[in-house]
Nanobody
């Protein structure tokens, strides 16, 4: 099975940028759809972005409305890593961010479809 480890979290001022990494081991991450989810204190976990597994036609990406246009999900197959580039950060982006992987092509926003999870990375955005 695939193991996932997030890194790159931290504290940043509003309007700043961070890049989260999700390093995979044990399996090739390109064979999995991979998503980013976040959970703020006292709130339910929510979908952020996802990228489908590799297919003959390439990959597709999807984003929540709250991050669309500010966040970008990508994958580096040589590094077996998925990234989340976060620009124009807002205080409401403060949360623990988890990457997750699922077997199959679909980059669904439903967290219960993802079987493999990382431990999370804290992102804090000050106003």
């Amino acid at each position: 099975q695939v193991q996932l480890v997030e890194s790159g979290g931290g504290l940043v001022q509003a309007g700043g940028s961070l890049r989260l990494s999700c390093a995979a081991s044990g399996r090739t991450i390109g064979n999995y759809a991979t998503g980013w989810f976040r959970q703020a204190p006292g709130k339910e976990r929510e979908f952020v972005a996802a990228i489908s597994s590799i297919s003959w036609s390439g990959s597709t990406t999807s984003y929540s409305d709250s991050v669309k246009g500010r966040f970008t999900i990508s994958r580096d197959n040589a590094k077996n890593t998925v990234f989340l580039q976060m620009d124009r950060l807002k205080p409401e982006d403060t949360a623990v961010y988890h990457c997750a992987a699922k077997v199959g092509y679909s980059n669904t926003a439903h967290d219960d479809a993802y079987a493999y999870w990382g431990q999370g990375a804290q992102v804090a955005v000050s106003s």
